[in-house]
């Protein structure tokens, strides 16, 4: 009966994509229902997933909105 | 002092609606801060109520986004 | 499939209850599983509840831990 | 390594905005990390904060959806 | 810089255990920032997980606290 | 009519200390509602303010409990 709530920034994983997809969508349910009942025992069937997309200007990482942030720490995408 | 946080699928809960509408988040707010009051003597004051509304493909159920395990089960709309 | 959670201070509703009892546990979640079937049409099995206890110095309102801000405003219980 | 998580309605600080600020996100990311940092020692690089927008009729207060209680109440903004 | 949330019950995941355990915590942490990785691209050290643990009492299904439900639906774990 | 949520790992901010001490849980409140008030004009009593404390082995980091993390980078405390 877990609950599963996954919160990731509102952008895509590579070029080209300005958003999580939908297969991505679905394989992220997929995997964490799959954990759940490899770790816990927990049937599928009584797993809830929801995934929250965040914009990235509603995101801050070491004080500060994470464009900012890595624009600062000379990362890319994380 | 409570919050209540309500999270559902952004879909309508019957033909013609493509998602809650204000009368029903209406209701669902006034309910639950009355049974809030009812169960634990708590002033409508005191209560704050968040509805989420979620995509439904941003939604697992049965290891899959809910749309694919409605159909997979034969249900309609939960 | 919607999701409730019921965030209240871990204290009791009268007199002589330091917490909220089982009962009323039961009947929070009984009440609000109605209400989403009554208002949305969700079915009771696919409503879950989650309600979280919140010790009363990890509550704040008005600037304050809760039980400074009763104090300040002399009410009892919220 | 806190997470701070701040729900406030989706709408403008003053006349003229209808929503939060870049600005004014930024600042509340950079104030609420800084308190971490000054009162548990946390240190910037590992505070997450996320900023939730919530339409005003998803938001209740006082048994009704918040704009309907601020009017009751004679409030303007809060 | 996602976050993870997972809710479960406070209890064993088989006879003898009455709670989640450390090993089986660690493994969902792993197992979660994994699958991240895989399907998003999100390094390991962007990834928070916090877990849950909710007292059966507190946690309700089908209108009833989980206990009664499963009982009521001939139930062992879930 | 702002709701924060702070969730920190359950341990002392200094040698000596094992918990988030009630004086620094009012400085939080105290802080973060000023912060609401300043940036957003939100009135102290409109915003409520839950601190979660999570065990440390219920909070993951790098793939790992925070504790084999901090170990692991050579950290202290975060």
């Known amino acids: 009966m877990p609950i599963v709530t996954i919160q990731v920034t509102r952008e895509g994983s590579k070029p ?3 958003s999580v997809t939908a297969d991505e969508k679905a394989a992220l349910i997929g995997g964490v229902s799959q954990l759940l009942l490899d ?3 927990k049937p599928l069937d009584s797993t809830f997933v929801v995934i929250q997309e965040v914009e990235t200007e509603n ?3 070491g004080g500060l909105p994470v464009e900012a942030y890595r624009k600062q720490r000379g ?3 994380d």
């Open 16 to 18: 080209g994509n300005d």
């Open 39 to 41: 770790v816990l025992n």
């Open 75 to 77: 990362l890319k995408l």
């Open 59 to 61: 995101w801050g990482w």
